[in-house]
Each structure stands twice: as structure tokens, then as C-alpha cells.
């Protein structure tokens, strides 16, 4: 359930349980008594506790997603350089390997007794 629909639906639960409140104030003849003020205030107290609450979780878990978010990008570009540092090692060995031939080519040409490997 969304946070707007569940906040909703907690101020409905209040007003129905201050309509009840209300209603039984004015059958027992308490109508504006200070236990019926108490009561009410009692209502308004629980239902922005129960908001703050929510609000609270709902900012938690937004900050938990983006610290989520951020993390899995940065594996990403880590994977990513890591690619990379594999394709350059890659072209590095082949290149040694190339120059090593090279030479050992030109050593043969110089001294022809030598095998090329």
C-alpha cells in the first residue's frame, strides 16, 4: 500500500473513532466535559504519531534505495575498469609476445645459428 493511501486511511480510523467519541459524549450528557477534550486529544495525539511514524519509514527506506542506487553503480564501474584492465593486460602480453619474437627474429638474422622460438 502507498504511503498517501495509508495516511488516508489512518485519518479516516480517526474520524470515525472521533465521531464515536463524540456520539458517546453526547449520549452520556459529557458533551464539552473535559474528558471528552482529553479524549479528542488524545485521538489527534496517536493519529500524528502514527503520520510522524510513517513519514520516518517512508524517508528510511527512500535514503536505504538510494544508498542501494549508488552502491550498484559504482560495482558497475568497477566491473567496468575491471574489463577494461583485462583487455589492456590482453593487448600488452600479445604485444610483449610479438616483441619478444621480434627480437629473437632479429637475433637469428644476426647470429643464424641461433633457433627463432
Do not use: H, Y
Not at 482529553?38 to 511514524?53: D, F, K, P, Y
Not at 575491471?82 to 627480437?103: P, R, W, Y
Request: hydrophobic share 45%; aromatic share 2%; net charge positive.
Amino acid at each position: 500500500m502507498n504511503d498517501i493511501s495509508s495516511a488516508r486511511r489512518k485519518v479516516k480510523e480517526a474520524r470515525v473513532a472521533r465521531a464515536r467519541l463524540m456520539q458517546s459524549s453526547d449520549a452520556f450528557g459529557t458533551t464539552g466535559s473535559s474528558g471528552e477534550a482529553g479524549a479528542l486529544s488524545g485521538l489527534n495525539t496517536q493519529l500524528a504519531g502514527n503520520l510522524a511514524r510513517q513519514t520516518g519509514q517512508a524517508n528510511t527506506a527512500n535514503a536505504l534505495s538510494a544508498v542501494s542506487q549508488d552502491l550498484a553503480d559504482k560495482q558497475f564501474v568497477t566491473g567496468t575498469i575491471g574489463a577494461v584492465a583485462g583487455v589492456a593486460q590482453s593487448i600488452f602480453t600479445q604485444k610483449a609476445t610479438a616483441n619478444a619474437k621480434a627480437d629473437a627474429a632479429a637475433a637469428a638474422l644476426v647470429a643464424p645459428d641461433k633457433k627463432i622460438g
